[in-house]
């Protein structure tokens, strides 16, 4: 006589499995939510980047830094998470740093840039 073996899962054994994928998740999205945020930053940064650029072409021209953005004719249309820049000048012109603030889910993230290409990063 044959012996009828019962094929599953335990209870015990799909519990276990459970709670090893909820370790697994709270781990994982922190992490993951740390790296959307940088991602979210860097165009921060690549705006940035273009302000500084358009400002050495600037101080090349008149020999000083500019903080009228309209002289400077950067386009942010594109953007989805920095829409606008501020730009503090330095030493009578001679310096400058340019800031921008996230909007919608990168509200809080910060990115400045100085003349000389020094990239800070606040709120990530």
Same mark, same amino acid.
């Given at each position: 006589?044959?012996?009828?073996?019962?094929?599953?899962?335990?209870?015990?054994?799909?519990?276990?499995?459970?709670?090893?994928?909820?370790?697994?998740?709270?781990?994982?999205?922190?992490?993951?939510?740390?790296?959307?945020?940088?991602?979210?930053?860097?165009?921060?940064?690549?705006?940035?980047?273009?302000?500084?650029?358009?400002?050495?072409?600037?101080?090349?021209?008149?020999?000083?830094? =500019?903080?009228?953005?309209?002289?400077?004719?950067?386009? /942010? !249309? &594109?953007?989805?998470?920095?829409?606008?820049? $501020?730009? +503090?000048? =330095?030493?009578?012109?001679?310096?400058?740093?340019?800031? /921008? !603030? &996230?909007?919608?889910?990168?509200?809080?993230? $910060?990115? +400045?840039?100085?003349?000389?290409?020094?990239?800070?990063?606040?709120?990530?």
């Amino acid at each position: 006589m044959k012996k009828l073996r019962k094929k599953g899962f335990t209870l015990i054994e799909l519990m276990t499995v459970v709670i090893i994928v909820g370790i697994l998740a709270s781990v994982a999205v922190p992490l993951y939510r740390a790296n959307v945020k940088r991602a979210m930053a860097s165009e921060g940064a690549a705006l940035l980047g273009s302000v500084r650029t358009a400002q050495r072409v600037y101080y090349a021209e008149f020999g000083k830094y =500019t903080d009228d953005k309209t002289k400077l004719g950067i386009d /942010t !249309t &594109g953007n989805k998470y920095f829409k606008d820049y $501020t730009i +503090t000048l =330095t030493g009578g012109g001679s310096g400058f740093t340019a800031s /921008t !603030t &996230g909007t919608g889910d990168a509200a809080g993230i $910060t990115v +400045t840039i100085d003349q000389d290409g020094n990239i800070t990063y606040s709120g990530l």
